[in-house]
C-alpha cells in the first residue's frame, strides 16, 4: 500500500482527486453546453486560467471547494449535487459559508427527522449521547497521539484517559462540558508542541468550524480551519442525506449561525484534520512542506494562504479520508472478529446512519473504538 506522501500529487504531472479546488479571480462553477465547468482562478503573473469541461456522470470528483470571491450557477448546483457532488464554499481564510448538496426526501427521512426531535426531548437519551460524543472525541485524540509513538505525548495520553474515565458517572452536562474543556487544553497542549516554533503556533485559536468572527494568526491554525470546514460539509452532506435537521444538536449549544449537529457528529473525525496538517508541516519527510513564500498577513493580523498550499493540504486531507482502518460493521466482508476494513469517511457516514436509527428506537447507538494502527 502506498503511503500519504507517496500519492501526492508529483512534480510535472497532472493527477486527480476526488477534491478540487477553485480559488482566485475568476473561479467559477458553471454548465457550458452539456459539461460542468470549472475554472480555477487567474494566475496573477500569467494570466492564466485552468479550464476543466466534465460530462456530469464522468467527473472525478466527489467535493468541489470554491474560496474566497468566485461564481456558481444554479444549473450547475441542481446538477452537481443531483449526482452527489459536494459542493463547499468557504471564504478567504478557509471558513465555512455554505454547503451545497442534496437533501434526502422520503417516508424514511420523515420518520428520522421525528425521531430526532422526539430523542432531542428525551433528557435520558439526551445524556447518553452526549456521553458517547464525549466518550468517541476523547478516545480519537488518545489514539491519535498512541499513533505516532512519541515519548512527549504520554503524560498527555494518561490525562485524556483519566478524563474520560470521568464521563459515564457524570449526570449533568455542564459537568461533561468541563471535562471537555479540560481534556481540550491539555490536548491542544501537547498537540501545538508537535510543530516547529517558527510557525507561531501557539494555541487553537482564530474561528473555524465554531464559525466565530476571529480569524487565525498563524499558517497551522489557518490549516486546521480549512480542514475542519471540508470535515464539516462532508458530514453536513450525511446528516442532509439522512433527512436529519443540522440544526438540532445533543451535546453543542445551538447557535443560529451554526449546525449544532454537525459540530456534534465531527468530533470523533476531527483527528483527521489535526492528522493532515501535522504531516504537512511537522514531518520533516514530508515531499510537501509548507514554505514561508506560501503565506502572509494582512493589515489586520489575518493569515492568507497561498492557493498551492491549500491544494496540498486539501489533496493530503483527502487521502486521509480514503485510508482504510479496521471498523466493527455488519456489512460485506468481515474477519472472524467481526472487523471489516472501511474507509475513514465511510465511517463517519456510518456514525451519522447510526443516529438516525438510535432516534427512532431501532438500536443502542455505540461508537466503536477507533484502531489508528495503520498509519
Not at 510535472?12 to 480555477?40: E, M, P, W
Not at 448546483?77 to 443531483?82: C, D, G, H, K, R
Amino acid at each position: 500500500m502506498h503511503s500519504i506522501t507517496q500519492v501526492m500529487t508529483l512534480k510535472g504531472q497532472k493527477n486527480h482527486y476526488n477534491v478540487k479546488l477553485l480559488r482566485g479571480y475568476g473561479a467559477s462553477i458553471t454548465l457550458k453546453g452539456n459539461k460542468v465547468c470549472l475554472k480555477d482562478g487567474k494566475d496573477v503573473f500569467t494570466g492564466t486560467q485552468e479550464v476543466e469541461e466534465w460530462f456530469v456522470t464522468q467527473i472525478p470528483y466527489e467535493r468541489i471547494v470554491i474560496a474566497g470571491k468566485g461564481y456558481v450557477s444554479t444549473d450547475a448546483i441542481q446538477l452537481l449535487t443531483s449526482h452527489n457532488v459536494n459542493v463547499i464554499l468557504l471564504d478567504l481564510y478557509g471558513n465555512l459559508v455554505c454547503n451545497m448538496t442534496k437533501v434526502m426526501v422520503s417516508d424514511t427521512a420523515t420518520r428520522y427527522r421525528m425521531g430526532q426531535y422526539d430523542t432531542f426531548r428525551d433528557p435520558a437519551k439526551v445524556l447518553h449521547l452526549q456521553k458517547q460524543i464525549l466518550h468517541s472525541k476523547l478516545e480519537s485524540q488518545v489514539m491519535f497521539f498512541e499513533s505516532l509513538k512519541k515519548a512527549q505525548l504520554q503524560e498527555c495520553i494518561n490525562g485524556l484517559r483519566k478524563y474520560k474515565e470521568r464521563i459515564d458517572a457524570q449526570r449533568d452536562k455542564r459537568d461533561l462540558l468541563r471535562i471537555e474543556a479540560g481534556a481540550g487544553h491539555l490536548y491542544f497542549r501537547y498537540y501545538t508542541s508537535l510543530f516547529d516554533k517558527k510557525y507561531g503556533f501557539s494555541s487553537r485559536r482564530g474561528g473555524g468550524i465554531a464559525m466565530s468572527n476571529r480569524h487565525a494568526a498563524d499558517v497551522i491554525n489557518a490549516l486546521l480551519n480549512y480542514g475542519y470546514s471540508v470535515l464539516a460539509s462532508e458530514i453536513a452532506r450525511f446528516v442532509h442525506g439522512c433527512g436529519l435537521d443540522p440544526y438540532y444538536g445533543f451535546f453543542h449549544k445551538m447557535d443560529t449561525s451554526f449546525q449544532a449537529l454537525v459540530y456534534d457528529l465531527i468530533e470523533p473525525f476531527r483527528w483527521l484534520v489535526e492528522y493532515a496538517v501535522y504531516k504537512i508541516a511537522a514531518d520533516t519527510n514530508h515531499m510537501h512542506p509548507i514554505r514561508k513564500n506560501e503565506y502572509a498577513w494582512t493589515r489586520e493580523g489575518k493569515v492568507i494562504l497561498d492557493s498551492g498550499l491549500v491544494r496540498r493540504f486539501l489533496e493530503l486531507l483527502e487521502r486521509k479520508f480514503q485510508s482504510e482502518r479496521l471498523y466493527k460493521f455488519k456489512h460485506g466482508i468481515k474477519r472472524r472478529d467481526g472487523m471489516s476494513m472501511c474507509q475513514e469517511i465511510t465511517i463517519a457516514k456510518i456514525h451519522v446512519q447510526l443516529l438516525a436509527e438510535f432516534c427512532i428506537g431501532n438500536k443502542q447507538l455505540s461508537f466503536c473504538p477507533l484502531t489508528l494502527s495503520h498509519l
